[in-house]
């Protein structure tokens, strides 16, 4: 994927999280205070990340609190400043607001990760193309403080295609260029346990969408419940997932563990590689 800054993304690719956040589920709280996040942002950079991905609002499943634009602000803000010009690896900026987007894109983040595939905001689609920003689109059914109680589908991931397929569209209309949208199935958002597995075991159908999908399988809830608790345990699951996501076509891995998400990467790749040779 070329950037409108000219940087190119070479898939598959990991995207590192940094949560400035008091309160989400996995590391809220580490990373609040900006000259940490800047560290871990160079941290994982050194680690291989071809995308940090800062978010200032939790979404974990039970007990997120919804955030004001200006709290949103005045935690990513910070720590984009300080590391546009630092990062080699373009920044992308997990927000529902097109008022947090705008002044990040400004302050030099290239990609905005979008929960709501820009339902949330009337203004984000407009903020997004004339930018020439990248987009990710996920799929979620209500919001971060009560997604987990709309978990209901028929045809999981038929819903979910036909979800992003429809969101894609909107894009392109808006006027964001197809080389730049990515495609998100929102594994744990409004996703019991096995609907997040029956949407990894189909990868390949929404690959089949034709846009570059990144999967979230990092330490959520899932992969704890299978995989067993524990640090280090839980990353073992997380490899497993990984690994298989990338063998099944995945563009993008967003995860916690930078180093650990890449071996997994390597490893898939070369073996996927020698099966199509």
């Given amino acids: ?15 590192g999280i940094l949560n400035v956040t008091p309160d989400s589920f996995s590391d809220g709280g580490l990373y609040i205070d900006p000259d940490r996040a800047v560290a871990h942002a160079l941290e994982m950079e050194a680690a291989a990340a071809a995308i940090i991905d800062i978010g ?20 990513v803000m910070p720590v984009i400043e300080r590391l546009a010009g630092r990062l080699r690896a373009p920044i992308s900026v997990d927000t529902r607001r097109a008022a947090v987007a705008r002044a990040a894109l400004d302050a030099g983040a290239a990609i905005i990760n979008d929960i709501s595939a820009l339902e949330h905001d009337p203004e984000m689609a407009r903020v997004v193309a004339q930018a020439r920003a990248a987009v990710i689109l996920m799929h979620m059914r209500g919001g971060p403080t009560d997604h987990a109680r ?8 038929g819903e979910v295609a036909a979800y992003l397929g429809r969101r894609s569209r909107f894009a392109l209309e808006a006027g964001v260029p197809r ?15 096995r609907h997040n597995l029956i949407l990894m075991g189909g990868l390949w159908r929404l690959c089949a969408l034709g846009f570059p999908v990144a999967v979230g399988a990092s330490r959520k809830r899932f992969v704890r419940a299978l995989a067993g608790e524990g640090a280090e345990i839980v990353e ?3 490899a497993a997932a990984h690994a298989l996501a990338v063998a099944s076509g995945a563009a993008v891995l967003r995860a916690h563990r930078v180093d650990a998400a890449m071996a997994a990467l390597r490893m898939a790749a070369a073996i996927a590689a020698e099966r199509r040779s």
């Fill in 1 to 15: 994927m070329r950037l409108a800054d000219g940087r190119i993304i070479r898939f598959p690719a990991v995207m």
């Fill in 56 to 75: 200032g609002e939790s979404t974990r499943p039970v007990g997120a609190a919804e955030v004001s634009v200006e709290t949103e602000l005045a935690r």
């Fill in 150 to 157: 709309h978990a209901r589908y028929r045809d999981v991931l």
């Fill in 179 to 193: 080389s730049r949208i990515i495609l998100d199935p929102g594994l744990g958002f409004a996703k019991n346990a």
């Fill in 236 to 238: 073992i699951g997380n």
